[in-house]
């Protein structure tokens, strides 16, 4: 057989055979043949493996789905268990490669549905555990499973019924009658049930206090994996997370299980004040002050305390002490478990104990915090530079270090050396930004030069190609010489292009003098990407003064806050409009919900960081 296929057995026939299928009839059979059952089974679920994307996968479960009837009780409790895992993640995509085992899954309910009353309980949690799995909310899936769940007398099965109830309707009243099921792990999942259907106004604290004794119940271990997998991996952090919308339960979770005698109750009163706190935005003085006292507790429960105050932002700053003296009683900044975290918490809280501690930490490979106050830069710049110069391109820090300094701007101005040497190396790009950012203090031959021969610098000899990063050397160029033309010239004919971001950007700052171009922009104000819109809406306003079409394309991208999140996209957007100002006064409905919301917006550091910028929007187009 040649390449086009010719031959005794054309290529679109063989692309629809599996590779191993030769081996499955024996394997279904033997699943159904005393003394083969086992291990017919045990080699087909190590054939099929977790790969759900192949064409094998698909063709053996739709046999198995088949199957079912004629499976003795022991080897449909397997099967079931292997349904759900592996429905779980078929069905999270139902495009690409995908989309076979995600139709077969989303489909497979008519075959499990008659299991649901099973004589054996086994296969009765099986198969509630694989219709919730599945996402299957067909009102015949749901009748079934609350008229066995009314009857069901196995603890196990129960639980797996009203779990899988709880993921396919909202029927709060429904669970209710179950948070006083004698059995623990039962009233855990109906508590489940009554916090993801809400219904926070007529709270009473039951389904918390139910989750408290379920995980009483659980002890040191997980959840049983049979049938809270995935959710048995953490059952603190996720309870804790579902009680956090309705306050009454999350307070009666926290009150049952604050100062208990386990170490691992103690941690999860840690986990639901944090959770707390970060979806609401009340000062709650009382939760901030039990996170923080968690640090003198054991290390279970401090390490539980470090990541919550990691994400508190400002609002954590009067307990930067506390954190201070936990990290030295662990061995100081060098050394201390939960010392990258306890980092992130102090620049959050803008705390300038931290300038030190991240010179310490800068070696760490979990070190990822930015951005760092300017007002550092004094006390870092020695040990910056010298990281610049003394570690390669690819090092992890000295990315972290040129998007620093381009936060910075002026106050940089003492690396400007070390950024020009860096400008014939794989993040010649990166080092452009911050000698831009920089601007005129950069000023000086060796740096224009550099940065104009990258301007029109290619492929060649010993060089790489630089990724489109002539655009981002004239931009610096220009920062640094003041002279505009390089910059107009080819942020312009990348614009022309149809190329987004960071071209629009530049163009932005560029302003009037970039009026040539502006017909170059103009049609990017409904390109298909999110950045580009919002960035061809700041360059079109900044370079014309004509505030309605940028304010057209910008007020859908506000669209995301309606969910009560954050992006960075949203954030850019909301300052555009208060550059705009008072022509953007569209925008003001949207911003007084974000300004007057009780809930927080993403973390709290991006809600914060939001509501200052929304704040000083709507006062720009108030004012104007």
Same mark, same amino acid.
């Given at each position: 057989?040649?390449?086009?296929?010719?031959?005794?057995?054309?290529?679109? !026939?063989?692309?629809g055979?599996?590779?191993?299928?030769e081996?499955?009839p024996g394997?279904l059979?033997?699943?159904?043949?005393?003394?083969?059952r086992?291990?017919s089974?045990?080699r087909l679920?190590?054939?099929?493996?977790?790969?759900?994307d192949?064409?094998?996968?698909?063709?053996a479960v739709?046999?198995?789905?088949?199957?079912?009837?004629?499976?003795?009780?022991?080897?449909?409790?397997?099967?079931?268990d292997?349904?759900a895992?592996?429905?779980?993640?078929a069905c999270?995509?139902?495009?690409?490669v995908?989309?076979?085992?995600?139709?077969?899954f989303?489909?497979?309910w008519?075959?499990?549905?008659?299991?649901v009353s099973?004589?054996?309980?086994?296969?009765?949690?099986?198969?509630?555990w694989?219709l919730r799995?599945i996402r299957?909310?067909e009102?015949?899936v749901?009748g079934?499973?609350?008229?066995?769940?009314a009857?069901?007398?196995d603890p196990?099965a129960l639980?797996?019924?009203?779990?899988a109830?709880?993921?396919?309707s909202?029927?709060r009243?429904?669970?209710?009658?179950?948070?006083d099921?004698?059995?623990p792990?039962?009233?855990?999942?109906?508590?489940?049930?009554?916090?993801v259907s809400?219904g926070?106004?007529?709270?009473?604290?039951?389904?918390?206090r139910?989750?408290?004794?379920?995980l009483a119940a659980?002890?040191?271990?997980?959840?049983p994996?049979?049938?809270?997998?995935?959710?048995?991996?953490?059952?603190?952090?996720h309870?804790?997370?579902?009680?956090?919308?309705?306050?009454?339960e999350?307070?009666?979770l926290?009150?049952?299980?604050a100062?208990?005698?386990?170490?691992?109750?103690r941690?999860t009163?840690?986990?639901a004040a944090?959770?707390r706190?970060?979806?609401?935005r009340?000062?709650a003085?009382?939760?901030?002050?039990a !996170?923080?006292?968690?640090?003198?507790?054991?290390?279970?429960?401090a390490?539980?305390?470090?990541?919550?105050?990691?994400?508190?932002?400002?609002?954590?700053a009067p307990?930067?002490d506390?954190?201070?003296?936990?990290?030295?009683?662990?061995?100081?900044?060098?050394r201390?478990a939960?010392a990258?975290?306890a980092?992130?918490?102090l620049?959050g809280?803008?705390d300038?104990?931290?300038?030190?501690?991240y010179?310490?930490?800068?070696?760490?490979?979990?070190?990822d915090v930015?951005?760092?106050?300017?007002?550092?830069?004094p006390?870092?710049?020695?040990v910056?530079?010298?990281r610049l110069?003394?570690?390669?391109?690819y090092d992890?820090?000295v990315?972290l270090?040129?998007?620093?300094?381009?936060?910075?701007?002026p106050?940089?101005a003492?690396a400007?050396p070390e950024?020009?040497?860096?400008?014939?190396t794989?993040?010649?790009?990166a080092?452009?930004?911050a000698l831009?950012a920089?601007?005129?203090?950069?000023?000086?031959r060796?740096?224009?030069g550099?940065l104009?021969?990258?301007?029109?610098?290619?492929?060649?000899?010993g060089?790489r190609p630089?990724h489109?990063?002539?655009?981002?050397?004239?931009?610096a160029y220009?920062?640094?010489?003041e002279?505009?033309?390089?910059?107009?010239r080819?942020?312009?004919a990348?614009?022309?292009a149809?190329l987004g971001?960071?071209?629009l950007r530049?163009?932005?700052?560029?302003g009037p003098?970039?009026?040539?171009h502006?017909?170059a922009v103009r049609?990017?104000?409904?390109?298909?990407?999110?950045?580009?819109?919002?960035?061809?809406a700041?360059a079109?306003?900044?370079i014309?003064?004509d505030?309605?079409p940028?304010?057209?394309?910008?007020l859908?991208?506000?669209?995301?806050l309606?969910?009560h999140s954050?992006t960075?996209?949203v954030?850019?957007t909301?300052?555009?409009?208060g550059?705009?100002?008072?022509?953007a006064?569209?925008?003001?409905?949207?911003?007084?919900e974000v300004t007057?919301?009780?809930?927080r917006?993403?973390?709290i550091?991006?809600?914060?960081?939001?509501?200052?910028a929304a704040?000083?929007?709507?006062?720009a187009?108030?004012?104007t």
């Open positions: 057989m040649d390449e086009r296929g010719a031959g005794p057995v054309a290529w679109y !026939v063989l692309e055979v599996p590779a191993g299928r081996e499955m394997l059979r033997g699943l159904v043949t005393r003394g083969q086992q291990k089974w045990r679920e190590d054939k099929l493996g977790w790969s759900t192949t064409p094998l996968f698909a063709h739709a046999h198995l789905l088949g199957l079912l009837p004629q499976l003795d009780g022991r080897r449909l409790v397997q099967v079931l292997f349904l895992r592996r429905g779980h993640h999270r995509s139902s495009v690409g995908h989309r076979r085992a995600y139709e077969l989303t489909n497979a008519p075959h499990v549905l008659p299991l099973h004589r054996a309980e086994g296969v009765r949690t099986g198969a509630a694989v799995s299957c909310a009102p015949a749901l079934a499973l609350r008229r066995q769940a009857v069901e007398e196990t639980a797996s019924q009203l779990l109830v709880g993921a396919l909202e029927d009243e429904w669970f209710l009658p179950w948070l099921h004698s059995h792990l039962v009233a855990l999942a109906a508590a489940r049930g009554v916090l809400g926070a106004d007529t709270a009473d604290g039951a389904a918390g139910a989750v408290a004794r379920g659980a002890g040191t271990q997980r959840l994996d049979v049938p809270w997998w995935p959710l048995a991996h953490d059952p603190a952090g309870f804790a997370e579902l009680s956090a919308p309705c306050p009454p999350s307070a009666a926290f009150e049952a299980v100062g208990h005698p386990r170490t691992e109750l941690r009163a840690v986990s944090g959770a706190l970060r979806y609401w009340d000062p003085p009382g939760l901030w002050a !996170v923080a006292a968690g640090l003198d507790d054991e290390p279970a429960v390490s539980v305390s470090v990541e919550v105050l990691a994400g508190g932002g400002a609002a954590a307990y930067a506390q954190l201070v003296r936990h990290v030295e009683r662990s061995g100081g900044a060098a201390a939960g990258d975290l980092l992130r918490a620049v809280m803008g300038d104990r931290a300038a030190d501690w010179a310490v930490r800068l070696d760490s490979p979990w070190l930015a951005p760092l106050p300017s007002r550092w830069a006390r870092l710049l020695p910056l530079r010298r110069t003394g570690h390669g391109p992890r820090a990315s270090i040129l998007r620093t300094l381009a936060e910075w701007g106050a940089a003492p400007v950024l020009v040497g860096l400008l014939d794989p993040v010649a790009r080092a452009a930004e831009g920089v601007g005129p203090a950069a000023a000086g060796r740096a224009a550099r104009a021969a990258l301007v029109t610098a290619g492929p060649g000899p060089r630089w489109g990063g002539a655009q981002t050397a004239a931009w220009w920062r640094v010489t002279d505009p033309e390089p910059a107009l080819l942020c312009g990348a614009a022309r149809g971001q960071p071209v530049y163009l932005a700052d560029l003098r970039a009026a040539r502006a017909d049609p990017l104000l409904t390109c298909p990407g999110q950045w580009s819109r919002v960035g061809a700041e079109w306003w900044r014309t003064g505030a309605p940028a304010v057209e394309a910008l859908p991208e506000l669209a995301p309606a969910r954050a960075p996209l954030l850019r909301v300052r555009v409009l550059a705009i100002g008072g022509p006064a569209a925008a003001l409905p949207v911003l007084h007057s919301s009780p809930r917006y993403g973390g550091p991006a809600d914060e960081e939001l509501l200052r704040r000083t929007a709507m006062s187009i108030e004012g």
